[in-house]
Protein backbone atom coordinates (compact mmCIF):
# COMPACT_ATOMS: atom_id res chain seq x y z
CA UNK A 1 0.00 0.00 0.00
CA UNK A 2 1.51 3.46 -0.94
CA UNK A 3 1.93 6.12 1.95
CA UNK A 4 -0.93 8.30 0.31
CA UNK A 5 -3.31 5.86 0.53
CA UNK A 6 -2.03 4.82 4.31
CA UNK A 7 -2.33 8.58 4.82
CA UNK A 8 -5.65 8.36 3.61
CA UNK A 9 -6.77 5.49 5.28
CA UNK A 10 -5.66 6.71 8.46
CA UNK A 11 -7.85 9.54 8.54
CA UNK A 12 -10.71 8.58 6.84
CA UNK A 13 -11.25 4.97 8.04
CA UNK A 14 -14.74 4.71 6.53
CA UNK A 15 -13.66 5.80 3.29
CA UNK A 16 -13.09 2.79 1.07
CA UNK A 17 -9.93 3.72 -1.25
CA UNK A 18 -8.28 1.63 -4.28
CA UNK A 19 -4.95 2.36 -5.81
CA UNK A 20 -4.58 2.45 -9.00
CA UNK A 21 -7.95 2.59 -10.26
CA UNK A 22 -9.01 2.49 -13.97
CA UNK A 23 -10.40 5.79 -14.68
CA UNK A 24 -11.86 5.20 -18.49
CA UNK A 25 -14.96 3.75 -17.05
CA UNK A 26 -15.65 6.42 -15.26
CA UNK A 27 -16.33 8.68 -18.12
CA UNK A 28 -19.06 8.69 -20.58
CA UNK A 29 -16.64 8.25 -23.91
CA UNK A 30 -14.46 5.49 -21.41
CA UNK A 31 -11.27 6.99 -22.38
CA UNK A 32 -8.82 7.64 -19.52
CA UNK A 33 -5.74 6.38 -17.30
CA UNK A 34 -5.92 5.22 -13.77
CA UNK A 35 -5.84 7.44 -10.78
CA UNK A 36 -3.05 7.29 -8.28
CA UNK A 37 -5.79 7.05 -5.29
CA UNK A 38 -9.42 6.61 -5.82
CA UNK A 39 -12.81 6.98 -3.57
CA UNK A 40 -16.56 7.85 -4.21
CA UNK A 41 -17.71 10.43 -1.74
CA UNK A 42 -20.75 8.64 -0.69
CA UNK A 43 -22.66 11.70 1.39
CA UNK A 44 -21.77 15.28 1.49
CA UNK A 45 -19.84 14.66 5.06
CA UNK A 46 -17.72 12.06 3.30
CA UNK A 47 -17.20 14.60 0.37
CA UNK A 48 -15.89 17.51 2.76
CA UNK A 49 -13.82 15.53 4.90
CA UNK A 50 -12.27 13.96 1.90
CA UNK A 51 -11.74 17.70 0.11
CA UNK A 52 -10.58 19.61 3.73
CA UNK A 53 -8.15 16.78 4.43
CA UNK A 54 -6.60 16.38 1.02
CA UNK A 55 -6.50 20.73 1.17
CA UNK A 56 -4.57 20.03 4.21
CA UNK A 57 -2.08 17.63 3.43
CA UNK A 58 -1.76 19.06 0.06
CA UNK A 59 -2.53 16.35 -1.71
CA UNK A 60 -3.39 16.79 -5.35
CA UNK A 61 -7.13 16.37 -5.43
CA UNK A 62 -9.77 16.06 -8.81
CA UNK A 63 -13.79 15.36 -7.93
CA UNK A 64 -15.19 13.55 -10.67
CA UNK A 65 -18.87 13.94 -11.23
CA UNK A 66 -20.43 12.01 -13.90
CA UNK A 67 -17.62 12.04 -16.48
CA UNK A 68 -19.23 13.00 -19.33
CA UNK A 69 -17.60 16.73 -20.05
CA UNK A 70 -13.62 15.74 -18.83
CA UNK A 71 -10.71 13.68 -21.18
CA UNK A 72 -8.70 11.59 -18.64
CA UNK A 73 -4.87 11.79 -20.01
CA UNK A 74 -3.83 7.94 -20.95
CA UNK A 75 -1.60 8.60 -17.96
CA UNK A 76 -3.94 8.88 -15.18
CA UNK A 77 -4.28 11.34 -12.21
CA UNK A 78 -1.94 11.51 -9.83
CA UNK A 79 -2.95 12.24 -6.24
CA UNK A 80 -6.74 11.52 -5.18
CA UNK A 81 -10.02 11.56 -7.10
CA UNK A 82 -12.77 11.41 -5.49
CA UNK A 83 -15.68 10.29 -7.53
CA UNK A 84 -19.08 12.55 -6.36
CA UNK A 85 -22.05 10.26 -5.29
CA UNK A 86 -23.19 12.42 -2.66
CA UNK A 87 -27.45 12.47 -3.32
CA UNK A 88 -28.98 14.14 -0.36
CA UNK A 89 -32.02 16.24 -1.32
CA UNK A 90 -34.04 18.51 1.43
CA UNK A 91 -37.23 20.75 0.02
CA UNK A 92 -36.69 23.76 1.72
CA UNK A 93 -40.06 25.97 2.46
CA UNK A 94 -41.88 26.99 -0.56
CA UNK A 95 -41.83 30.60 -1.29
CA UNK A 96 -44.99 32.95 -3.42
CA UNK A 97 -44.36 32.89 -6.97
CA UNK A 98 -41.25 34.47 -7.93
CA UNK A 99 -40.12 35.57 -11.89
CA UNK A 100 -36.76 34.15 -11.83
CA UNK A 101 -35.23 36.20 -15.02
CA UNK A 102 -33.44 33.91 -17.74
CA UNK A 103 -29.69 34.36 -18.56
CA UNK A 104 -29.05 35.77 -21.59
CA UNK A 105 -27.40 33.02 -23.17
CA UNK A 106 -27.71 31.54 -26.47
CA UNK A 107 -28.48 27.41 -26.27
CA UNK A 108 -26.75 25.22 -28.08
CA UNK A 109 -29.47 23.47 -29.77
CA UNK A 110 -30.66 26.73 -31.31
CA UNK A 111 -29.30 26.14 -34.55
CA UNK A 112 -29.65 22.92 -35.89
CA UNK A 113 -27.31 21.14 -38.60
CA UNK A 114 -29.17 18.31 -39.24
CA UNK A 115 -32.91 17.63 -37.66
CA UNK A 116 -32.33 14.10 -37.36
CA UNK A 117 -29.73 14.66 -35.05
CA UNK A 118 -30.26 17.91 -32.60
CA UNK A 119 -33.20 18.12 -31.08
CA UNK A 120 -35.65 20.77 -31.94
CA UNK A 121 -37.04 23.00 -29.17
CA UNK A 122 -38.91 25.86 -30.44
CA UNK A 123 -42.09 23.69 -30.84
CA UNK A 124 -42.28 22.39 -27.04
CA UNK A 125 -41.13 25.31 -25.06
CA UNK A 126 -43.63 26.83 -22.31
CA UNK A 127 -43.28 29.42 -19.13
CA UNK A 128 -43.94 28.23 -16.06
CA UNK A 129 -42.24 31.24 -14.42
CA UNK A 130 -45.94 31.85 -12.67
CA UNK A 131 -46.35 28.79 -10.95
CA UNK A 132 -45.78 28.64 -7.21
CA UNK A 133 -42.34 28.53 -6.53
CA UNK A 134 -40.43 25.98 -4.22
CA UNK A 135 -36.65 25.83 -3.17
CA UNK A 136 -34.63 22.78 -3.07
CA UNK A 137 -30.89 21.97 -1.56
CA UNK A 138 -29.59 19.29 -3.61
CA UNK A 139 -26.04 17.17 -3.42
CA UNK A 140 -23.67 17.93 -5.73
CA UNK A 141 -22.95 14.57 -6.58
CA UNK A 142 -26.82 13.74 -7.38
CA UNK A 143 -27.36 12.64 -11.30
CA UNK A 144 -29.18 14.17 -13.20
CA UNK A 145 -31.71 11.60 -14.58
CA UNK A 146 -32.64 10.50 -10.48
CA UNK A 147 -33.28 14.28 -9.62
CA UNK A 148 -35.73 14.69 -12.43
CA UNK A 149 -37.85 11.38 -11.48
CA UNK A 150 -37.12 12.48 -7.87
CA UNK A 151 -38.81 16.14 -8.03
CA UNK A 152 -41.28 14.97 -10.28
CA UNK A 153 -42.52 12.39 -7.90
CA UNK A 154 -42.74 15.17 -5.15
CA UNK A 155 -44.82 17.72 -7.81
CA UNK A 156 -41.89 19.73 -8.56
CA UNK A 157 -41.42 20.73 -11.88
CA UNK A 158 -38.50 22.86 -13.68
CA UNK A 159 -35.50 20.70 -14.64
CA UNK A 160 -37.09 19.18 -16.93
CA UNK A 161 -35.78 20.62 -19.55
CA UNK A 162 -31.83 18.88 -18.27
CA UNK A 163 -33.20 15.32 -18.89
CA UNK A 164 -31.03 13.27 -20.93
CA UNK A 165 -28.12 15.30 -20.59
CA UNK A 166 -25.51 12.69 -18.22
CA UNK A 167 -24.09 14.75 -15.70
CA UNK A 168 -24.12 14.71 -12.21
CA UNK A 169 -25.23 18.56 -10.07
CA UNK A 170 -21.64 19.64 -9.16
CA UNK A 171 -20.70 19.11 -12.98
CA UNK A 172 -23.81 20.74 -14.63
CA UNK A 173 -23.08 24.03 -12.54
CA UNK A 174 -19.68 24.07 -13.34
CA UNK A 175 -20.49 24.16 -17.49
CA UNK A 176 -23.94 25.61 -16.46
CA UNK A 177 -25.41 23.74 -18.56
CA UNK A 178 -28.61 23.97 -20.89
CA UNK A 179 -31.24 22.24 -22.40
CA UNK A 180 -32.61 24.19 -25.18
CA UNK A 181 -32.83 27.87 -24.30
CA UNK A 182 -33.23 26.84 -20.70
CA UNK A 183 -29.94 27.06 -18.51
CA UNK A 184 -29.20 25.64 -15.31
CA UNK A 185 -28.58 29.11 -13.78
CA UNK A 186 -31.97 30.06 -14.44
CA UNK A 187 -32.81 27.69 -11.63
CA UNK A 188 -30.24 28.18 -9.28
CA UNK A 189 -30.19 30.45 -5.94
CA UNK A 190 -26.69 30.09 -4.39
CA UNK A 191 -24.32 27.29 -4.40
CA UNK A 192 -22.51 25.56 -1.65
CA UNK A 193 -18.40 25.52 -1.04
CA UNK A 194 -15.24 24.39 0.02
CA UNK A 195 -12.83 27.72 -1.01
CA UNK A 196 -9.05 27.44 -1.30
CA UNK A 197 -8.64 27.59 1.98
CA UNK A 198 -10.65 24.76 3.57
CA UNK A 199 -13.85 27.23 4.54
CA UNK A 200 -17.70 26.35 4.05
CA UNK A 201 -19.16 29.68 1.70
CA UNK A 202 -22.80 30.04 0.41
CA UNK A 203 -22.52 31.65 -2.70
CA UNK A 204 -25.18 33.41 -4.46
CA UNK A 205 -25.79 33.34 -7.93
CA UNK A 206 -25.14 36.42 -9.17
CA UNK A 207 -21.43 36.00 -7.85
CA UNK A 208 -21.24 32.72 -9.86
CA UNK A 209 -20.23 34.12 -13.57
CA UNK A 210 -22.69 32.28 -15.51
CA UNK A 211 -22.73 32.00 -18.94
CA UNK A 212 -22.64 29.92 -22.23
CA UNK A 213 -20.77 26.49 -20.63
CA UNK A 214 -19.19 28.76 -17.87
CA UNK A 215 -19.14 29.81 -14.69
CA UNK A 216 -16.38 30.66 -12.22
CA UNK A 217 -15.80 26.69 -11.36
CA UNK A 218 -13.82 26.77 -14.81
CA UNK A 219 -11.09 29.31 -12.64
CA UNK A 220 -11.45 28.87 -9.21
CA UNK A 221 -10.43 25.71 -6.93
CA UNK A 222 -13.44 25.56 -5.30
CA UNK A 223 -15.41 22.66 -4.64
CA UNK A 224 -19.43 22.08 -4.89
CA UNK A 225 -21.11 20.26 -1.83
CA UNK A 226 -24.77 21.34 -2.97
CA UNK A 227 -26.78 24.17 -4.36
CA UNK A 228 -30.32 25.29 -3.49
CA UNK A 229 -32.05 25.15 -6.58
CA UNK A 230 -35.79 27.85 -7.26
CA UNK A 231 -37.90 25.47 -9.07
CA UNK A 232 -41.93 25.17 -9.21
CA UNK A 233 -44.67 23.35 -7.94
CA UNK A 234 -45.74 23.08 -12.09
CA UNK A 235 -47.65 21.20 -14.39
CA UNK A 236 -46.13 17.64 -13.45
CA UNK A 237 -47.65 15.73 -16.61
CA UNK A 238 -46.38 18.71 -19.02
CA UNK A 239 -42.92 18.42 -17.29
CA UNK A 240 -43.32 14.36 -18.32
CA UNK A 241 -44.38 15.01 -21.62
CA UNK A 242 -41.17 17.27 -22.09
CA UNK A 243 -39.31 14.37 -21.10
CA UNK A 244 -40.55 12.06 -23.23
CA UNK A 245 -40.35 14.48 -26.46
CA UNK A 246 -36.68 15.51 -24.89
CA UNK A 247 -35.75 11.60 -25.07
CA UNK A 248 -37.57 11.05 -28.31
CA UNK A 249 -35.31 14.01 -30.12
CA UNK A 250 -32.21 13.15 -28.25
CA UNK A 251 -31.79 9.30 -28.85
CA UNK A 252 -30.04 9.76 -31.43
CA UNK A 253 -26.83 11.13 -29.51
CA UNK A 254 -23.87 9.35 -30.30
CA UNK A 255 -22.62 7.02 -28.01
CA UNK A 256 -19.15 6.84 -25.57
CA UNK A 257 -18.67 10.19 -26.27
CA UNK A 258 -17.96 13.45 -24.21
CA UNK A 259 -20.52 15.56 -26.10
CA UNK A 260 -19.90 18.60 -28.62
CA UNK A 261 -16.07 19.48 -28.10
CA UNK A 262 -16.12 22.65 -28.90
CA UNK A 263 -18.28 25.62 -27.92
CA UNK A 264 -20.13 27.31 -31.03
CA UNK A 265 -18.40 30.09 -32.90
CA UNK A 266 -19.11 33.97 -31.74
CA UNK A 267 -21.77 35.63 -34.00
CA UNK A 268 -19.31 38.10 -35.26
CA UNK A 269 -17.21 35.27 -37.22
CA UNK A 270 -21.19 33.56 -38.33
CA UNK A 271 -21.04 36.61 -39.60
CA UNK A 272 -17.62 37.25 -40.71
CA UNK A 273 -17.82 33.71 -42.62
CA UNK A 274 -21.61 34.15 -43.69
CA UNK A 275 -22.29 30.71 -41.95
CA UNK A 276 -26.21 29.45 -41.38
CA UNK A 277 -24.66 28.57 -38.00
CA UNK A 278 -22.41 28.70 -35.32
CA UNK A 279 -22.09 24.81 -34.63
CA UNK A 280 -18.63 23.56 -35.06
CA UNK A 281 -20.29 20.62 -35.83
CA UNK A 282 -21.52 22.10 -39.27
CA UNK A 283 -17.83 23.97 -39.71
CA UNK A 284 -16.13 20.32 -39.22
CA UNK A 285 -18.67 18.78 -41.61
CA UNK A 286 -19.03 21.31 -44.88
CA UNK A 287 -16.19 23.15 -44.39
CA UNK A 288 -13.26 20.57 -42.80
CA UNK A 289 -14.47 17.94 -44.19
CA UNK A 290 -13.27 15.81 -41.10
CA UNK A 291 -16.51 13.92 -40.65
CA UNK A 292 -15.94 10.10 -40.19
CA UNK A 293 -11.87 10.87 -39.44
CA UNK A 294 -10.69 8.20 -37.31
CA UNK A 295 -7.63 8.44 -35.39
CA UNK A 296 -6.91 4.94 -33.72
CA UNK A 297 -10.59 3.73 -32.06
CA UNK A 298 -11.37 7.59 -31.77
CA UNK A 299 -14.11 8.91 -34.72
CA UNK A 300 -15.35 12.26 -35.43
CA UNK A 301 -18.65 10.94 -35.46
CA UNK A 302 -20.95 10.33 -38.66
CA UNK A 303 -23.77 11.10 -37.09
CA UNK A 304 -23.27 14.74 -35.33
CA UNK A 305 -19.62 16.21 -36.40
CA UNK A 306 -19.53 18.03 -33.19
CA UNK A 307 -19.27 15.06 -31.26
CA UNK A 308 -15.65 12.84 -31.17
CA UNK A 309 -16.39 9.42 -30.22
CA UNK A 310 -14.94 6.27 -29.23
CA UNK A 311 -15.55 3.28 -31.58
CA UNK A 312 -13.66 0.64 -29.23
CA UNK A 313 -10.52 1.05 -27.63
CA UNK A 314 -9.81 4.41 -27.91
CA UNK A 315 -7.14 6.45 -26.30
CA UNK A 316 -7.05 9.95 -24.57
CA UNK A 317 -4.04 10.30 -27.39
CA UNK A 318 -6.23 9.05 -29.93
CA UNK A 319 -8.81 11.48 -29.06
CA UNK A 320 -6.38 14.07 -28.58
CA UNK A 321 -4.95 14.02 -31.95
CA UNK A 322 -8.40 14.78 -33.65
CA UNK A 323 -9.62 17.75 -31.48
CA UNK A 324 -6.05 19.05 -32.01
CA UNK A 325 -6.69 18.80 -36.05
CA UNK A 326 -10.22 19.97 -35.80
CA UNK A 327 -8.95 23.07 -33.65
CA UNK A 328 -5.79 23.49 -36.12
CA UNK A 329 -7.40 23.36 -39.58
CA UNK A 330 -10.38 25.95 -37.91
CA UNK A 331 -7.20 28.75 -36.98
CA UNK A 332 -5.52 28.16 -40.45
CA UNK A 333 -8.19 28.16 -42.93
CA UNK A 334 -11.24 30.13 -40.76
CA UNK A 335 -8.66 31.99 -38.38
CA UNK A 336 -11.10 30.88 -35.85
CA UNK A 337 -9.91 29.70 -32.17
CA UNK A 338 -12.15 27.74 -31.53
CA UNK A 339 -13.34 27.25 -27.34
CA UNK A 340 -12.80 23.34 -26.10
CA UNK A 341 -16.01 22.45 -23.74
CA UNK A 342 -14.76 19.66 -22.37
CA UNK A 343 -12.05 19.57 -19.80
CA UNK A 344 -8.60 17.93 -19.81
CA UNK A 345 -7.31 16.17 -16.71
CA UNK A 346 -3.90 14.81 -16.18
CA UNK A 347 -2.61 16.18 -19.30
CA UNK A 348 0.82 18.26 -19.46
CA UNK A 349 0.48 21.74 -20.45
CA UNK A 350 3.20 21.24 -23.44
CA UNK A 351 0.55 18.70 -24.87
CA UNK A 352 -2.20 21.20 -24.47
CA UNK A 353 -0.20 24.03 -26.18
CA UNK A 354 -1.52 24.34 -29.33
CA UNK A 355 -4.73 25.59 -28.00
CA UNK A 356 -2.84 28.83 -26.87
CA UNK A 357 -0.78 28.92 -29.96
C1 LIG B 1 -24.17 12.50 -24.87
C2 LIG B 1 -23.94 13.83 -24.19
C3 LIG B 1 -24.90 14.82 -24.29
C4 LIG B 1 -24.72 16.06 -23.67
N1 LIG B 1 -25.69 16.99 -23.79
C5 LIG B 1 -25.54 18.19 -23.21
C6 LIG B 1 -26.57 19.17 -23.31
O1 LIG B 1 -27.61 18.96 -23.90
N2 LIG B 1 -26.35 20.36 -22.70
C7 LIG B 1 -25.21 20.63 -22.00
O2 LIG B 1 -25.09 21.74 -21.48
N3 LIG B 1 -24.22 19.71 -21.87
C8 LIG B 1 -24.36 18.51 -22.46
N4 LIG B 1 -23.36 17.57 -22.35
C9 LIG B 1 -22.12 17.90 -21.62
C10 LIG B 1 -22.06 17.45 -20.13
O3 LIG B 1 -23.08 16.56 -19.79
C11 LIG B 1 -22.06 18.63 -19.19
O4 LIG B 1 -21.00 19.49 -19.46
C12 LIG B 1 -22.04 18.29 -17.67
O5 LIG B 1 -22.00 19.51 -17.00
C13 LIG B 1 -20.90 17.45 -17.14
O6 LIG B 1 -21.24 17.04 -15.81
P1 LIG B 1 -20.46 15.87 -15.08
O7 LIG B 1 -21.08 15.65 -13.75
O8 LIG B 1 -20.34 14.70 -15.97
O9 LIG B 1 -19.04 16.56 -14.90
P2 LIG B 1 -17.61 15.88 -15.06
O10 LIG B 1 -17.31 15.61 -16.50
O11 LIG B 1 -17.46 14.75 -14.12
O12 LIG B 1 -16.69 17.08 -14.57
C14 LIG B 1 -16.58 18.24 -15.37
C15 LIG B 1 -15.67 19.23 -14.63
O13 LIG B 1 -16.35 19.67 -13.45
C16 LIG B 1 -15.55 19.41 -12.29
N5 LIG B 1 -16.47 19.04 -11.21
C17 LIG B 1 -17.38 18.03 -11.19
N6 LIG B 1 -18.05 18.03 -10.02
C18 LIG B 1 -17.55 19.07 -9.29
C19 LIG B 1 -17.82 19.59 -7.98
N7 LIG B 1 -18.73 19.03 -7.17
N8 LIG B 1 -17.13 20.68 -7.56
C20 LIG B 1 -16.19 21.25 -8.37
N9 LIG B 1 -15.87 20.80 -9.59
C21 LIG B 1 -16.55 19.71 -10.05
C22 LIG B 1 -14.62 18.27 -12.70
O14 LIG B 1 -13.44 18.26 -11.91
C23 LIG B 1 -14.35 18.61 -14.16
O15 LIG B 1 -13.35 19.60 -14.23
C24 LIG B 1 -23.53 16.32 -22.94
C25 LIG B 1 -22.56 15.31 -22.81
C26 LIG B 1 -22.76 14.07 -23.43
C27 LIG B 1 -21.72 13.00 -23.27
Given at each position: MSLLTQQLKNAL??????????????????????????????????????????????????????????????????????????KELEILETNESEKIDPHKVEARWQHAESKAVMPQFDSIV???????????????????????????????????????????VGGGIVNNIHGGTHFFSDYIESVEVIDESGSLRELAAKDLDFGYDVSRFHNSKEIILSAIFRLYRGDVKKAQAIIAEWSRQKQLQPAKSLG?????????????????????????????????????????????????????????DNYLALLKKVYIETKTKLDIKLTPEIFFLGF?????SFLDA
Open positions: PTVDFHEEEALAPHTTVRIGGPAEVFCRAKTTLELEALVKFAKSNEIPLTILGWGSNTLIADRGIRGLVVRNEAYDESGSESVRVRIAAGMPLANLIQILLREGITGLQWFSRIPATCVFQNISAEDQERLSLPTPSVGYIVDNILNLKGQRSGDAQISEQHAAFIINTGKATATQAEL
